[in-house]
């Protein structure tokens, strides 16, 4: 008598997404075959070292040929050879782009070139992520900035349209184009303490505050609004009404902070004011815009360190001293002023408070 057998047909090329992720992140055949080992795979499917090697390089062969359609994800969801199911797709897709904020923070400030790209074995030693792993996703954010940066609209909606990638690894590249396509300083030796994250959290309330789209919806977020930063030189003025404004900053702050760190601002007001101001008024060079964020650290974070603040405390004096900025009277006789003001005001606050680790 025959064996019966049952027999399933399908189209989905399958995906282990265990052995997946370990391409991925760079391991090569062995390794992966090592950390599957170590996972317990073997007694877990009840399979020999020799089964588990035949597996892994026969799933390392399809994600090699995979990756030839992975820098236009568009064509993978067109593509007849590896048709995957949606969720699965997604996945794929997702996980290839998907980065290291370590490794991202090193590239930060530095040209997308070949010899960068040859420089990796740096960032890997740096970070202790794999080289493999460093060069896909220095390919990674080369590729979206090249495709994104001079195109018109949203930055993040055009990459979530070319990548298909979520709103929230998107809204990340975006900021790396937006930093990138800037050229702002990322690299000097007192900047060395901040994550990519910090950085990404101040570009984006830049791209949200700074650029045409906070008058104009759908434009590009990419470029900083020109006639803002032209228009900040006018905020010299709140240092012409400097003890107007501090005796309102004071008089807020009693009683909402300790009262030494009160004194505290009694006695450095002026140096904070005038930070805050002349990195405003200056942002309109080239030079200065470019060390926006050395600027900031030097000129007002380091200070704040020296005082002693606690993140609480700075950020209820930059809401006071914001709120009294904008209840000057010089404020309500220019009617651009007070919102040119908060504009600035609010991407400060944000900026600092990302900045600043107590």
């Not at 010299?236 to 909402?256: D, P, Q, Y």
């Not at 504009?343 to 600043?356: A, F």
Request: aromatic share 10%; hydrophobic share 40%; net charge neutral.
């Amino acid at each position: 008598m025959l064996p019966e057998l049952d027999i399933f047909v399908g189209n989905y090329t399958l995906i282990d997404k265990e052995a997946y992720d370990l391409w991925i992140e760079g391991y090569s055949i062995q390794e992966a075959v090592g950390v599957m080992k170590q996972r317990g795979v073997l007694e877990t499917w009840g399979a020999n070292m020799d089964l588990l090697i035949s597996d892994v390089a026969d799933n390392y062969r399809t994600f090699d040929m995979l990756e030839k359609l992975l820098p236009t994800p568009l064509r993978l969801a067109e593509d007849w050879t590896f048709q995957l199911h949606p969720s699965v797709q997604k996945y794929v897709i997702e996980k290839y782009y998907s980065f290291d904020g370590t490794v991202i923070r090193e590239i930060l400030g530095k040209k997308l070139s070949g010899r960068t790209r040859k420089d990796l074995d740096d960032v890997a030693e740096k970070t202790g992520i794999t080289l493999r792993s460093c060069r896909r996703q220095f390919d990674n954010v080369k590729r979206i900035y090249k495709q994104t940066d001079d195109a018109s609209g949203s930055v993040k909606l055009n990459i979530q349209a070319s990548f298909l990638l979520p709103p929230a690894l998107a809204q990340k590249y975006a900021t790396v184009v937006f930093l990138t396509s800037n050229r702002f300083e990322t690299s000097k030796r007192r900047l060395s303490y901040l994550t990519f994250e910090d950085f990404s959290k101040c570009a984006s309330a830049m791209m949200v505050h700074w650029t045409s789209s906070e008058v104009s919806e759908g434009v590009d977020d990419c470029d900083l609004e020109r006639e803002f930063l032209v228009r900040l030189r006018d905020l010299k003025i709140v240092l012409e009404r400097e003890k107007e404004h501090r005796n309102v900053t004071l008089s807020h702050l009693r009683g909402k902070i300790p009262d030494r760190m009160c004194l505290e601002v009694e006695n450095n007001l002026k140096t904070y004011s005038r930070a805050l101001i002349s990195i405003a008024v200056n942002l309109i060079n080239n030079r200065d815009l470019k060390d926006f964020f050395v600027n900031v650290v030097e000129k007002f974070i380091e200070p704040c360190k020296q005082g002693r603040w606690k993140p609480e405390e700075l950020e209820c004096f930059l809401k006071v001293y914001t709120d009294a900025g904008s209840n000057l009277d010089v404020m309500s006789s220019d009617v651009d002023l007070k919102p040119c003001w908060e504009r600035y005001m609010k991407v400060m606050q944000i900026c600092i408070r990302q900045l600043y680790h107590s």
